[in-house]
């Protein structure tokens, strides 16, 4: 069975760091591209940065570039994204998503695999 566990949320102020992790079981993690995304209240999933199975190339959303880098681990099974320069507007949860194949994907609708998700939030 594959499983996806986030971790590392939490409340921070603006400015401020985070580190996420998400743990992968049940797979090969890496024959699987891995997405970040987010989703505030109201408001539709929100594409955050993905990383092919090699690590040799990253995207990130619009919102996010320059503050936010995804990294993984495939030793570990684990995708990482550092989140720099907080502001409130980062504020949702955030999952991590997996494609069983090498499709760099930008769209939920992309993705087999998700996890629970973990919250975060950031205070002005």
């Known amino acids: 069975q594959v499983q996806l566990v986030e971790s590392g949320g939490g409340l921070v102020q603006a400015g401020g760091s985070l580190r996420l992790s998400c743990a992968a079981s049940?797979?090969?993690?890496?024959?699987?591209?891995m997405g970040w995304f987010r989703q505030a209240p109201g408001k539709e999933r929100e594409f955050v940065a993905v990383?092919?199975?090699?690590?040799?190339?990253?995207n990130y959303g619009d919102s996010v570039k320059g503050r936010f880098t995804i990294s993984r681990d495939n030793a570990k099974n684990t995708v990482y994204l550092q989140m720099n320069d907080l502001k409130p507007e980062d504020t949702a949860v955030y999952y991590c998503?997996?494609?069983?194949?090498?499709?760099?994907?930008?769209?939920?609708?992309?993705?087999?695999?998700w996890g629970q998700g973990t919250q975060v939030t950031v205070s002005s």
């Open positions: 990383i092919n199975r090699s690590s040799t190339f990253t």
């Open positions: 998503a997996a494609i069983n194949s090498g499709i760099v994907a930008t769209t939920p609708d992309q993705y087999h695999y």
């Open positions: 049940g797979r090969t993690f890496s024959n699987d591209v």
